[in-house]
C-alpha cells in the first residue's frame, strides 16, 4: 500500500511541475519575453497546453470570470497539494498502526 501511495505522490509531483512550467511559460509568452515564432517555443507551449487543458477544464467551468486572469492553474495546483496532504497522513497512518 505504501509503494502505491508513494507512486501516487510521484505523479502528483510531476502534474504539478507541468503546471508549473505551463504557468510560467504562458506569462513569458504572453509578456512577450520569449515568443512563438519559434518552432520549439511553440510546440513546447501548444504542448502543455494541449496536456494541461484537461485539468484546468472542471475548474473553469466553477470558477468565476476574471477577464484576462486565470486561476484554473492556481486551483490545479491547490487540489494537488491538497491530495497530497492526504496521501501523506495516511501514509503516517499505515506505517504507525493506527486506525483511520
Do not use: C, K, W
Not at 494541461?52 to 473553469?60: G, H
Not at 492526504?86 to 498502526?97: M, Y
Amino acid at each position: 500500500m505504501i509503494t502505491i501511495i508513494q507512486i501516487l505522490q510521484v505523479l502528483i509531483d510531476a502534474v504539478t511541475l507541468i503546471v508549473l512550467i505551463q504557468v510560467i511559460l504562458s506569462l513569458l509568452v504572453s509578456f512577450n519575453v520569449i515568443n512563438t515564432y519559434n518552432d520549439v517555443v511553440r510546440q513546447i507551449y501548444t504542448g502543455l497546453n494541449r496536456g494541461t487543458e484537461p485539468l484546468y477544464r472542471p475548474f473553469r467551468r466553477i470558477l468565476p470570470d476574471f477577464g484576462s486572469i486565470d486561476l484554473a492553474p492556481f486551483a490545479v495546483l491547490l487540489t494537488l497539494r491538497i491530495l497530497s496532504i492526504i496521501l501523506n497522513n495516511l501514509a503516517a497512518h499505515i506505517l504507525s498502526g493506527t486506525p483511520l
